[in-house]
Structure formats: structure tokens, C-alpha cells
Antibody
């Protein structure tokens, strides 16, 4: 079965770039029609969708973070990545990667929900 | 951006009792509404999608209903393993948005 695992530094300095990788195992990241997502959760708070990348490489980002976010995919390594630039303490959170699979398709449009999640990785922004 | 509002923030329920959680969208999301269960220290798990379709890993005591802007998650008879935080999420529009969560705690 498909599993996801986040990796990356647990501590990032303010103004620097947060970089995380999600490794997909048990299946190919380039097969099927999936989006690959990043979601974060500050301690004790709710979930915030950061953005996702389609198998083809097309992306959608949360407008609140769009100027600082880049999501990319490396099919040769079966990984996708998150870069978040100019971080501040407000970016301290648990970061999750997830697979979005189509749950309903009508006409030319499919609608996707996050059905498989990584365990999450804690990232602290501090000097 | 579609704002998702969940109520109540906390629900205190005795084991065996029924729990009803609500989720409201600021505009129609059709049936593109998911519920996730999150336990402490764990990632969320997809519980319901399409507003009413239960994920295979979850028992039949979980059910979802609603469409458009008003949605409900019902747990018919709470078991100890059901005490958790539940989030709704719309996946009809970008950006995807979550409700703030409802914590179901033991009464």
C-alpha cells in the first residue's frame, strides 16, 4: 500500500527557506491521477492547506502563501518537495504531505480529497 | 476563499451516546465535502468524502449527510476510540479550506 514520509530540517532560522521532502513508497508518484499535497498544523491549532502538485507538474497554492511557496516533484526519486521562503515564527508547525485522489468526476472536472497522509514532521522557526 | 465553520468547538459525550457535529460553508461546495478524524500526535485520517461516503477503514456508526452549505457528521454510538478532533474540508474550490475542528471528548 502507498505510504508517505516527510523529511527535512526540524529547525529553520527566520528569513531562511524551509525545505521538506515527501517520499512516496508502495507506488509510483507518476502513475494514476493524483495530486500531491502539503498541509500544515501549528501546535494546538487547525489544519491549513498549503498547496498541491498534479502528476503532470501543474500546481495550485494557497493565496495566503503563494508568494513564498514552491512545490515540485522528482519522479526519478518518487518524491515531491515543499519550499517555503522568508519564514517567520508563524510558520512553525507540523507539516504533512498527503495524496489527493479523485472522489468524484463530472464532465471534465474531478474533485480530490486527501486519502493518504504522512505522519507529519515538526518544523520550528527560531534563531 | 470559502470559509468553513464547525460547531460546536467541543462536544462532551458519554460512551454509547450519539454525537452530531455540524459544518457550514460560506458558499456552496456541492457535495465536495470531507470529514477527517485526528487523534493526538497522529495525522488526520479521511473518514467521509462526497459528504456521505464512508471510508472503508471506518465502521458504519459513522455517517455523513448534507449538501451545498450545510453538513453533518453523526456518530451513532460513541466508542472509546472515537474520541478525537474532527475536521471538515471542502475540496470544491481552491484553496482547499478546513473548518477549525470539533473536539469530541468524554463526558
Amino acid at each position: 500500500q502507498v505510504q508517505l514520509q516527510e523529511s527535512g530540517p526540524g529547525l529553520v532560522k527566520p528569513s531562511q527557506t524551509l525545505s521538506l521532502t515527501c517520499t512516496v513508497s508502495g507506488g509510483s508518484i507518476s502513475s494514476g491521477s493524483y495530486y500531491w499535497s502539503w498541509i500544515r498544523q501549528p501546535a494546538g491549532k487547525g489544519l491549513e492547506w498549503i498547496g498541491h502538485i498534479y502528476t503532470s507538474g501543474s500546481t495550485n497554492y494557497n493565496p495566503s502563501l503563494k508568494s513564498r511557496v514552491t512545490i515540485s516533484v522528482d519522479t526519478s526519486k518518487n518524491q515531491f518537495s515543499l519550499n517555503l521562503s522568508s519564514v517567520t515564527a508563524a510558520d512553525t508547525a507540523v507539516y504533512y504531505c498527503a495524496r489527493d485522489s479523485p472522489r468524484y468526476c463530472g464532465g471534465d472536472t474531478c474533485y480530490y480529497a486527501s486519502d493518504i497522509w504522512g505522519q507529519g514532521t515538526m518544523v520550528t522557526v527560531s534563531s | 476563499e470559502i470559509v468553513m465553520t464547525q460547531s460546536p468547538a467541543t462536544l462532551s459525550v458519554s460512551p454509547g451516546e450519539r454525537a452530531t457535529l455540524s459544518c457550514r460553508a460560506s458558499q456552496s461546495v456541492n457535495n465536495n465535502l470531507a470529514w477527517y478524524q485526528q487523534k493526538p500526535g497522529q495525522a488526520p485520517r479521511l473518514l467521509i468524502y462526497g459528504a456521505s461516503t464512508r471510508a472503508t477503514a471506518f465502521p458504519a456508526r459513522f455517517s455523513g449527510s448534507g449538501s451545498g452549505t450545510e453538513f453533518t457528521l453523526t456518530i451513532s454510538s460513541l466508542q472509546s476510540e472515537d474520541f478525537a478532533v474532527y475536521y471538515c474540508q471542502q475540496y470544491n474550490n481552491w484553496p482547499r479550506t478546513f473548518g477549525q475542528g470539533t473536539k469530541v471528548e468524554i463526558k
